[in-house]
């Protein structure tokens, strides 16, 4: 079945530090790939997301690319800020708003 | 606008209970579906509905239940607690759903956290 993996957190930085937070899938067909955030006590917040192969999903300075080649969806941002201080979710839907997530990873930025 | 409203906020039950929780979707929004978090856990797909009609289901058991209603308010019943299903339970919204085509993004609630003791 569908799946998706995530680096395992928590994940620790300096404020500007550059941030990769590692995503894969396993999917039959052809999915949309998401990255949700949550911050403490709040909902999932869709950050961004890409719909096919080589798309590039870009939101508050963070970005990820569709890589069917390697089935991955990696998030990416070039200088952290304490306020991204949250928990991050990989995800892939395949139709019918059926989102399957990752485990997510803790992000803590240190001022 | 309101976003996706969902009640109560918290909930503590008793093992063997029933539970029923509550979902309004974004105004115009058709499509609503559920998702449990156990805590340090992503999101489970439980189900989704679509014009009152239920379009899918996750791996849980019979206990669970949904449906949604003519103003496409949704409410969920879990019947006889366990332990297990304490988590945070989510409720999305989206315009569509899929029909065939690429979903439109999905706007999740604020969740209602269920402790079962």
């Known amino acids: 079945g569908n799946s998706v993996t995530q680096m395992e957190g928590p994940v620790t930085l300096s404020e500007e530090a550059f941030l990769t937070i590692n995503c894969t899938y396993t999917?039959?067909?052809?999915?949309?790939l998401f990255w949700y955030v949550q911050y403490p006590g709040e909902g999932l917040q869709l950050l961004l997301k890409a719909t096919k192969a080589d798309d590039k999903g870009s939101n508050k300075g963070f970005e990820a690319t569709y890589r069917k080649e390697t089935t991955s969806f990696h998030l990416e941002k070039g200088s952290v800020q304490v306020s991204d201080s949250a928990v991050y979710f990989c995800?892939?839907?395949?139709?019918?708003?059926?989102?399957?997530f990752g485990k997510g990873t803790r992000l803590h930025i240190l001022p | 606008d309101a976003g996706v409203t969902q009640s109560p906020t918290h909930l503590i039950k008793t093992r063997g209970q029933h539970v029923t929780l509550r979902c309004s979707p974004i105004s115009g929004h058709k499509s609503v579906s559920w998702y449990q978090q156990v805590l340090g856990q992503g999101p489970q797909f439980i189900f989704q509905?679509?014009?009152?009609?239920?379009?899918g289901r996750g791996n849980f058991p019979d206990r669970f239940s949904a449906r949604q209603f003519p103003n496409y308010s949704s409410e969920l019943n879990v019947n006889a607690l366990l332990l297990g299903d304490s988590a945070l339970y989510l409720c999305?919204?989206?315009?569509?759903?899929?029909?065939?085509?690429?979903?439109?993004?999905?706007?999740f609630g604020q969740g209602t956290r269920l402790t079962v003791v």
């Open positions: 995800a892939l839907s395949e139709g019918y708003d059926k989102i399957i």
């Open positions: 999917a039959t067909g052809y999915p949309s």
């Open positions: 509905y679509y014009e009152k009609e239920e379009r």
């Open positions: 999305a919204s989206s315009l569509f759903g899929t029909q065939g085509t690429r979903s439109t993004e999905a706007f």
